[in-house]
């Protein structure tokens, strides 16, 4: 009997240490929290909606030179329901050396976390413990173009940017063309609310009546502050109405 009890308490000792090494060892190679050094959301946007589920767009920053990047939204498509991820691609590198990544995905219940995984180990965005709700349309991002779905209104087509409140003192201005960069005119947008995470939400208006090839209009916004100019254009490739304007 007093072998079998010091056999069993040896058993359990045994058990016990193994699982505190695995704890020790998930710890070692996963990082939970807010935005990170490594990885943060960038921004995001409602692509489409339908039938009560929205299409989420969401772009997420890395900042860091390891060989094998794999970038993931972590998302929830419904209450009750296992989370699932959608693995982002590569979009581009911007001019301090951080990449830029897109992922897609489709919930009832816009709820999602950022994942990037990178040399072995896995790093996590996931705003502070708040997961992201899709409320958020810029997360590091200087400015963003927050993009509003069908128009119907084509001579009041709104732009919307989302931008840092770097400072009080600032101008924000939409640039844009109506037959291909031909030409091009500027708009000023005003302040319209500042967001729950304090971002600061910008607006205006452009009459569109007369225009009529989309593949003509495009658009891009800029975001002074400080002597310095911050564009939101799409990563170069700049902003257009093809999706936006209902006819």
Not at 52 to 79: F, P
Not at 102 to 118: D, L
Request: glycine share 6%; hydrophobic share 35%.
């Amino acid at each position: 009997m007093t072998k079998t009890r010091k056999s069993t308490k040896i058993a359990a000792l045994v058990l016990t240490l193994a699982m505190v090494c695995s704890m020790f060892c998930i710890i070692g190679v996963t990082h939970a929290g807010a935005a990170t050094q490594r990885v943060s959301m960038y921004s995001s946007n409602v692509n489409f909606s339908k039938y009560g589920a929205e299409t989420y767009e969401v772009y997420v920053k890395t900042n860091d030179n390891a060989s094998d990047q794999q970038v993931y939204v972590h998302y929830n498509y419904m209450d009750n329901m296992d989370w699932k991820d959608s693995k982002a691609s590569y979009v581009t590198t911007l001019e301090d050396g951080s990449k830029i990544w897109k992922a897609m995905f489709s919930s009832f219940n816009a709820q999602y976390a950022i994942k990037y995984i990178a040399d072995g180990e896995t790093f996590w965005d996931n705003n502070n413990g708040k997961n992201y709700d899709g409320t958020e349309a810029a997360g590091v991002a200087p400015v963003v173009s927050e993009r509003l779905g069908y128009q119907y209104d084509k001579s009041n087509f709104k732009v919307n940017a989302v931008l840092q409140n770097y400072a009080y003192n600032k101008s924000v201005f939409v640039r844009y063309t109506t037959d291909g960069w031909k030409s091009y005119n500027d708009k000023a947008l005003n302040y319209s609310k500042t967001n729950a995470n304090g971002t600061e939400t910008w607006t205006t208006g452009l009459n569109l009546a007369n225009y009529s090839n989309a593949s003509d209009f495009q658009y891009a916004i800029c975001y002074r502050v400080y002597g310095t100019e911050y564009w939101a254009n799409n990563f170069g490739k700049n902003y257009d109405g093809l999706y936006y304007i209902h006819h």
